[in-house]
């Protein structure tokens, strides 16, 4: 239960949780109550503009909403797959949440989410449903707690606006179709994508990030997901300095989204703003940068690896098809080459997926490899070497 004078008539409502957010104004219409009934955490904010209080409510389903003088909401972006267990307000434009038992910062102005998973904070030391954000000695400190009492792991969150925001968009030619002018999601659709980022081994990354199930939907048409990726910022001295990198999805229509919430502002937090390289990986495509330091702050920035006007490092670096560029397919063995024959060539590592399989009991180079594999090139589930 909170106070605030939410209408602007110099007297306070009372602000709470039942089974819907709910506004007890004894001067005007008495109790009023929002038709959600899925509410399950508030924060009280205020604008950054008018420094008019701001009243946040959290849902079960993981959409924060704006809840109005009158008890009506007015929803403001989607958060995550699950319930918003907690939310509180760092300042006018960061708020904090918990789903899924890890803690998230939303920026209201970007609109984007940076979830913390180091210190703990990624549901290693238990499933977090607290929370709690306060001034220390001139710094923000979130406090978030456990299901098994109230011992609150802390973190030091500095000024609580140190994140960069940026717009990662690019097209991968294994899976793109011309005619639609979208990526293909078969791999989705045969169940073979995994839910948890795939890049440990081929990228030595070693994030937590998962992705929801609810994303994966032939429903979703263009915001659908097509597989993982990962975005790269790179030292502005020296581009082989990799400083922050963050697994995410690509979404049928070129989109780099954030896997939790499927948002297309991608949150780095902890990063200072100005000049990096960016660049987009994947498991069996090239890989791209940019040709110069892209300068970055919480302003959202725009990098469109399909827009072929935008300069990449290298030299034919991507495949144009009609008005767009898309990746390279057929880097199998990872060593930044496409060689269909001699040294160090890729048809080899596909002939020896499809040969050294178990089911392959005879060796037949015919066979079709079913799963999720580097040497499925065209991304359908299926590696097929000769046939």
């Not at 109550?33 to 701001?54: H, K, M, Q």
């Not at 973190?155 to 979208?182: F, H, M, P, T």
């Not at 979404?251 to 100005?274: C, F, K, M």
Request: one cysteine or more.
């Amino acid at each position: 239960m909170d106070i605030a004078d939410i209408d602007q008539d110099n007297h306070p409502e009372v602000i709470g949780l039942l089974s819907g957010a709910y506004i007890i104004d004894p001067d005007n219409n008495g109790l009023l109550r929002s038709s959600s009934e899925t509410a399950s955490s508030l924060a009280i904010s205020t604008d950054a503009l008018n420094g008019d209080p701001v009243v946040y409510v959290g849902s079960k389903t993981g959409v924060l909403s704006r809840l109005a003088a009158d008890a009506s909401l007015t929803p403001v972006n989607s958060l995550c797959d699950n319930d918003i267990v907690a939310l509180e307000a760092i300042s006018p434009v960061k708020l904090a949440f918990v789903c899924n038992g890890t803690l998230g910062i939303y920026d209201v102005v970007a609109g984007s989410v940076a979830w913390v998973t180091n210190q703990g904070f990624d549901g290693s030391l238990g499933n977090y449903d607290r929370l709690k954000v306060e001034k220390v000695n001139g710094k923000i400190q979130i406090l978030v707690g456990g299901s098994s009492g109230y011992l609150f792991e802390e973190l030091e969150a500095g000024s609580s606006d140190n994140i960069l925001n940026i717009q990662v968009r690019g097209l991968l030619q294994g899976a793109y179709d011309a005619g639609l002018k979208l990526m293909h999601q078969r791999l989705a659709e045969r169940q073979v994508l995994p839910l948890k980022q795939p890049y440990s081994d081929l990228f030595a990354y070693s994030g937590s990030e998962t992705l929801a199930l609810s994303f994966m939907g032939a429903g979703m048409m263009g915001n659908a997901t097509v597989d993982w990726v990962l975005v790269e910022l790179r030292d502005v001295d020296n581009p082989a300095n990799r400083v922050f990198s963050s697994a995410a999805i690509l979404q049928r229509d070129g989109d780099v989204a954030e896997p939790r919430s499927n948002l297309t502002t991608l949150a780095i937090p902890n990063i200072d703003a100005g000049a990096y390289y960016v660049s987009l990986r994947h498991r069996n495509h090239l890989g791209v940068m940019t040709a110069e330091p892209v300068t970055l702050s919480a302003t959202p920035t725009l990098i469109d690896f399909s827009n072929p006007t935008t300069k990449v490092f290298g030299t034919h670096a991507r495949k144009q098809v009609g008005s767009v560029s898309l990746m390279w397919s057929g880097d199998v063995n990872k060593d930044n080459n496409v060689i269909g024959a001699g040294s160090n060539n890729d048809t080899n590592s596909i002939l020896s997926s499809v040969l050294t399989y178990p089911a392959n009991k005879t060796a037949n180079t015919n066979f079709i490899l079913p799963g999720y594999y580097v040497s499925d090139l065209n991304m359908d589930g299926r590696t097929i070497q000769s046939g």
